[in-house]
């Protein structure tokens, strides 16, 4: 028999808090009803917030961050553009597999697992073709537990003399990084519930500016399910073309509320305090991440290297086996090389020793060298630090 909580560590799904899972415990209703608007008004706008996006709008379709990509392409460019892309990991890989797939010109830049976007490459490459109609970015690549700067690729756009769009997925990102969509001059940001909005899947989110809903307007890409015209008209009233997922959207409620009490500053702090204490626990053991600099290194998910003669794979079937502990594998390239930690969305400094706790053991199961208790001491020992000083800052 299996007593007591099984830990789900993995960067996706997250841990729904008991105050989401209540909220989406209701009975079925009508999603026509006269007073639904006042719910999906509300989320939409609270949605920008987090988002922090003032013009444009928050579109919501039932779907996975997988859609979300599929919309942006699918609503905002046309079949033959040229659009700039790369790869450094399992997500950013299937996404440009995804835009060649829909018909797109896509000049991608291969850039070693470990690193994140290339922004001198880029600034390049739109000095020399001006006819690149999109430039993509992975903010947070979960595969590799790396973190791009997009503000940076926006202002490379910038002094390229570029005018095409910025997409950037944030799936991993949104709602526990920082993340700035006006002020980064993002123009279609896709998001998913099952992450730092700590709900289900089953939500694909996406943040759209003003210019990428003109951009809509021109596509001559076929779309139906996912196209922005049939979301925007029935979301001006404050409906949906289709049948939504109220428990869902109840769900989104509460963890909007959640994560705006909190507030979106302080979100990203908690991450970055928390990505940090499972660094220095990761430190401890004497390994490596995957993210090849700090400048890399990601708040949302840390992939560790497993050292020479142990296998990644195994340590998570042990962890999840005997210890009852998911942790994420390692995925295409790094598959056995890595396996992952997921520290976002309802965790806290607890949660995140439990982590480092179940993953010394299923090391050392694995067959590991490391002192058992060392990264939790030196996770502990930067959390008590940490907290203290910003105690005594306030
Ligand atoms: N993009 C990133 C960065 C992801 O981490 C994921 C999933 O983990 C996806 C896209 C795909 O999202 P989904 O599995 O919700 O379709």
Redo the contacts with the bound molecule.
Sequence with gaps: MKIGTTHLFV??PTTVPEVVRRAMNVPMEDHRAPDLPDVVLDVLGDLKRVFRLREGRVLLYPG????A?EAAITNCLSRGDRVLMSRYGH?SH??VDMARRLGLDVVCHDVEWGEGVPVEAYERALRDDPSIKAVFV?H????TGVTSDVRAVRRAMDAAGSDALLFV?G??SIASLEFRQDDWGVDVA?A?S??GFMLP?GL?ILGVSEKALAAAERSTTERCYFAFADMIAANDVGYFPYTPPMPLLHGLRASLDRLLDEGMDEVAARHHRLGEGVRQGVKAWGLDLCALSPRWYSDTVTAVRVPAGVDGAQVCRIAYHRYRTSFGGGLGQVAGRVFRIGHLGDVNEVSCLTALAAAEMALLDAGASLEAGSGVAAAQAYFRQALAAEEAAT
Excluded: I
């Design positions: 960067p996706g996975s961050g997988s859609g990509w997500f299937l996404w992975t947070n690549e979960t595969a997925d799936v991993s896709v998913g099952q992450k899947a694909a």
